[in-house]
C-alpha cells in the first residue's frame, strides 16, 4: 500500500467555487425559531411514525421504488448471492467467553432470527464445534407470536450461569430483558424481567441488579430525559418490582447523551472492585461517580474521558480533552491510570505515579480499543489508520516507581485490528484483523505471554486477485490533508470511468480502517466497480481532535473533507463525476444529503440510509436530544443559524438538477426517526426531483432482524448503484 498526495493547482481552484444554486431554498425560514420552523414545514404529518399519511405516503413510495429496484434483472442475483454470503456456515462465529465456554449469536438460513448457543474452547477451535443451543430466537418467536431479535446477554461472573438476556421487538433498540439459567437452559420462573425500555442495567450480585430505565412519573414528573433516555439508577432486588427499587444516583431530568448508566468492575475472580455511574450531560461530556459505602461520591475526572476499566483500586481511563491535575496537565488521547481514592478528592494532589500515563499517541496515532485485565492493558493503536496491537505491563522500578512497558505483538500489516471478548480468570482476549481484501483472522491473545495464536480464518466470499488497495490524501479546504482509501480494478483506466462509491461518516469519534465487506465485494467490486472510504474528519481516526474539529459550527469541515476526496477522485482520473456515487448511513445520512445538496456536480448517487436529515428539527425527533453535543441546539439562536447552512431538508431546491438518489429507513428505527427520510423524499418528490424511497418494517436502526431481510436490503442498494454509475 503506498500513501500519495496531490497537490495541483487545478484541484485546489475548485475550492472557491462552491456549486450552490443562486435562488435561496423556498424552505429555509426567515424564522430559525422551533416555532418558526415548524411553521415552515408542509410534512409535519410524516413524523407520526405510523400515522395514517405517513404509512399511506410509505406503501405509495415503496410500491414504485421496488417496481424499479426489484424489477432490475440483476436483483434476485445479487439477493442470492447476498444471502448465501450472510447465511454461510462458512463464517467465523463470534465468540464471548461463557463460564468455562464460548457462547455464540448465530444467523443463517435454517435460523434466520438465531441461535444462542455455546461450546467449549477446545471444540470451538476445531473446524466443526459442537454446539449446545441455549435460545432458539426463531422458536421462542413462534411459541410467543413475537417478532424477537437478538440483543445480547448480560451475564454474572465468574460462573455466568445466570444471564439478563434482551430481545427486542421487531429490532428496535428499547428491549425486554428476561434472566435466564445456562444450566437448565430456560428462564428462571419468578426470576428479573423488564418491561420494554431503554434500560441501561448491571450485575451488583446474584440477587441485586442495578438499573437506570424508565420508573414511570414520580411526583408527576417523567424519569427520562427529553431524549428518552433515564437519569436515576436504582438497585433492583430479587422478587421485587421497579416500583420498589431503590434509588441508589439520579442525575437531571435536563441531562444529555445517552442516558445514565451503571458499570460493576470486577476482578478475575468476581470481586467486586468498583461501581461507577457515568452521568452524561451531552453528548460527550459526562460526570463520573463512585458508589462508596452506599453513597455516590463525584470522581475528579474531566468531563471529556473515557472510562476503560479498574486494576484493582486503580481507574485506567482515556483522556479527549487536557487534564490538570496538581499542577502537571496531562494531554488529549493520553491512557491514563490513578488511585480511586486520589480521584475522591475534591483537590488532588499528584505524585510522581499517580495519576499516570500510559501511553501518548504522536500525531497520527490514536488509542482505537482497551482492554483492562488484571495486571496488564492490552490496546490497539492506529497509526495512520492501519491497526497495531500493544501490551502495556506495569514494572517496578529500583527506587519503588511504576513504569509502563510497551510490547508489541504482531499483526498483518494494514489490516483492521479489533479486541473481541476477554476473561480477566483466563489472561486472554481475541483479537480479529482484517482488510479491504482479506477476509477476517480470529486469533486469542495470551496478555502474560504476548503469544497469539490463531483460533480461525474466514474464507475468501468473493475474488479479491482483480483488485488492489492504495491510500491517498485529499486537501481539503483549510488545507488540511485527508486520507483515504481506494479498492480499486488492479487494471483500472485512469479516465474516470471506473464505477466508484465513496463512504464516509465523519461523526462521533468513529473511525472506519480497512474491513472486509464480502456483501460489496461480491455485488460490487466482482462486477468491476471501486469503493473508497475518506477518513474525513468527525471521526475518531487520529483520536479526539480529529472528531472535534468538526462538531457544532465548524461541522462544514466534514463536509469539505469529504468534497475533497471526490474532486482528488477526479483528479487522479479514478472517477467522474459521472461514475461516482455516494453512501452513508445515520450520522452518515447527514453527509450524503448536505453533500448532495451543496455539490450535486460531484456525484451521479447517493445512498441515504437510515439517515438524520431535518437538522433543524432533530432535536424533536427521538431520540435526537442526544446528540446535541454533536451538532448544535437548534433552539438556541446562535446554533439554528449555522445549522441552517448545511441542513440538507431546508437546503433542497426546485431549480437545481441533483442526481436520482435512493433514501431508505426503517420504521421500527427508535434510534433515528424515520421522519428525517420520509420528509427529505416527500420534499424532492414536491420540487420535481427524481428519487427512490424505500421504508422497511422491521430491523430497527441496527438491520439486524435477519440475514433473509439484510440480502433484500443489500441487493437494493447495489441494483441502484449499478444503474446509476454503470448503465
Same mark, same amino acid.
Given at each position: 500500500?503506498? *500513501? ?38 408542509? &410534512? ?12 399511506? #405516503? ?33 463464517? *467465523? ?13 448465530? %444467523? ?69 430483558? !428476561?434472566? #435466564? ?5 430456560? #428462564? ?125 483500586? !486503580? ?42 500515563? *500510559? ?55 494494514? $489490516? ?8 480477566? $480468570? ?34 475468501? %466470499? #468473493? ?7 492504495? %491510500? ?24 474516470? $470511468? ?12 468513529? $473511525? ?24 474525513? !474528519? ?8 480529529? &472528531? ?18 471526490? !474532486? ?30 451543496? &455539490? ?27 446528540? *446535541? ?99
Amino acid at each position: 500500500m503506498r *500513501i500519495q498526495s496531490l497537490m495541483a493547482a487545478t484541484v485546489l481552484a475548485v475550492f472557491a467555487a462552491p456549486a450552490f444554486a443562486q435562488t435561496p431554498p423556498p424552505h429555509l425560514p426567515a424564522d430559525l425559531s422551533p416555532a418558526g420552523v415548524r411553521a415552515a414545514d408542509d &410534512h409535519l404529518a410524516l413524523e407520526e411514525v405510523e400515522g395514517t399519511e405517513a404509512m399511506a #405516503f410509505v406503501r405509495a413510495e415503496n410500491e414504485r421504488s421496488l417496481a424499479t429496484l426489484t424489477g432490475d434483472s440483476r436483483y434476485e442475483t445479487f439477493r442470492a448471492e447476498a444471502f448465501d454470503i450472510l447465511s454461510s456456515t462458512a463464517r *467465523i462465529p463470534g465468540p464471548s467467553f461463557l463460564g468455562e465456554g464460548i457462547g455464540n449469536f448465530w %444467523q443463517d438460513a435454517t435460523n434466520p432470527k438465531g441461535l444462542w448457543r455455546r461450546t467449549a474452547l477446545d471444540s470451538y477451535r476445531t473446524d466443526a464445534p459442537v454446539w449446545e443451543t441455549l435460545i432458539d430466537v426463531d422458536a421462542l418467536s413462534r411459541a410467543e407470536g413475537r417478532d424477537w431479535v437478538w440483543k445480547g446477554a448480560n451475564c454474572l461472573a465468574p460462573d455466568e450461569t445466570r444471564c439478563l438476556v434482551s430481545l427486542s421487538e421487531g429490532g428496535k433498540d428499547a428491549v425486554v430483558v !428476561r434472566e #435466564f439459567d445456562t444450566t437448565t437452559k430456560a #428462564f428462571v420462573d419468578g426470576g428479573f424481567v423488564l418491561p420494554e425500555g431503554k434500560h441501561r442495567l448491571s450485575w451488583l450480585d446474584r440477587d441485586t441488579l442495578l438499573i437506570a430505565t424508565d420508573f414511570g412519573p414520580e411526583d408527576g414528573q417523567p424519569t427520562l430525559t427529553e431524549s428518552g433516555y433515564p437519569f436515576i439508577v436504582k438497585s433492583l432486588s430479587r422478587g421485587r418490582t421497579l416500583a420498589q427499587a431503590t434509588e441508589v444516583y439520579r442525575g437531571e431530568q435536563g441531562d444529555g447523551g445517552y442516558g445514565v448508566s451503571p458499570v460493576v468492575y470486577r476482578d478475575k475472580d468476581g470481586v467486586v472492585e468498583a461501581v461507577l455511574f457515568n452521568r452524561p450531560l451531552d453528548t460527550f461530556r459526562a460526570e463520573t461517580w463512585q458508589w462508596v459505602d452506599g453513597r455516590a461520591v463525584r470522581l475528579n475526572l474531566p468531563e471529556r474521558v473515557a472510562v476503560q476499566g479498574t486494576m484493582g483500586t !486503580r481507574l485506567v481511563f482515556s483522556l479527549d480533552e487536557p487534564w490538570t491535575v496538581g499542577g502537571a496537565t496531562l494531554d488529549t488521547g493520553d491512557l491514563v491510570v490513578a488511585s480511586l481514592v486520589l480521584l475522591q478528592q475534591a483537590d488532588p494532589v499528584r505524585t510522581d505515579n499517580d495519576p499516570q500515563v *500510559i501511553f501518548r499517541p504522536g500525531s497520527r496515532q490514536s488509542l482505537q480499543d482497551t482492554t483492562v485485565m488484571s495486571d496488564r492493558i492490552v490496546a490497539v493503536v492506529s497509526d495512520n489508520v492501519v491497526g497495531t496491537l500493544k501490551v502495556f505491563t506495569p514494572e517496578t522500578t529500583a527506587r519503588g516507581h511504576t513504569t509502563w512497558a510497551a510490547t508489541e505483538i504482531a499483526v498483518p500489516a494494514n $489490516s483492521a485490528v479489533a479486541l473481541g471478548d476477554s476473561s480477566r $480468570s483466563r489472561g486472554e482476549v481475541f483479537v480479529s484483523s482484517q482488510g479491504f481484501l482479506t477476509p477476517p483472522t480470529l486469533s486469542l491473545a495470551d496478555v502474560a505471554t504476548g503469544d497469539l495464536a490463531q483460533v480461525k480464518q474466514a474464507p475468501a %466470499q #468473493f475474488d479479491a486477485a482483480t483488485h488492489v488497495v492504495e %491510500q491517498f490524501e485529499a486537501a481539503s479546504s483549510d488545507g488540511t490533508k485527508i486520507p483515504y482509501f481506494v479498492v480499486h480494478p488492479r487494471h483500472a483506466p485512469a479516465d474516470g $470511468s471506473t464505477p466508484t462509491v465513496l463512504f464516509g461518516y465523519g461523526g462521533f469519534q468513529v $473511525s472506519f480502517p480497512p474491513a472486509y465487506k464480502p456483501e460489496l465485494g461480491k455485488l460490487w467490486l466482482e462486477n468491476g466497480g471501486a469503493y473508497v472510504v475518506a477518513n474525513i !474528519r468527525g471521526g475518531g481516526e487520529f483520536g479526539p481532535a480529529w &472528531h472535534q474539529a468538526a462538531l457544532r459550527e465548524n461541522r462544514q469541515l466534514a463536509f469539505d473533507d469529504f468534497a475533497a476526496v471526490a !474532486r482528488d477522485l477526479s483528479a487522479r482520473g479514478i472517477a467522474s463525476a459521472r461514475h461516482l456515487g455516494i453512501y452513508g448511513r445515520s450520522n452518515g445520512g447527514v453527509l450524503t444529503s448536505v453533500s448532495i445538496t451543496q &455539490h450535486p456536480e460531484l456525484f451521479n448517487a447517493a445512498v441515504i440510509e437510515s439517515p438524520l436529515i431535518d437538522m433543524l428539527r432533530y432535536q424533536d425527533l427521538p431520540a435526537g436530544a442526544s446528540w *446535541i453535543g454533536e451538532y448544535g441546539d437548534p433552539r438556541i439562536p446562535g446554533d439554528a443559524a449555522f445549522i441552517a447552512r448545511y441542513s440538507g431538508y431546508q437546503q433542497l431546491r426546485p431549480d437545481t438538477d441533483y442526481p436520482r438518489v435512493y433514501i431508505t429507513t426503517n420504521t421500527r428505527d427508535d434510534r433515528v426517526h424515520p421522519g428525517h427520510a420520509r420528509k427529505f423524499a416527500a420534499r424532492l418528490g414536491e420540487q420535481g426531483h427524481d428519487h427512490l424511497y424505500y421504508e422497511e418494517t422491521s430491523g430497527g436502526h441496527s438491520n439486524d432482524a435477519d440475514p433473509v431481510a439484510n440480502a433484500r436490503r443489500w441487493a437494493r442498494h447495489y441494483v441502484y448503484l449499478s444503474q446509476q454509475l454503470m448503465d
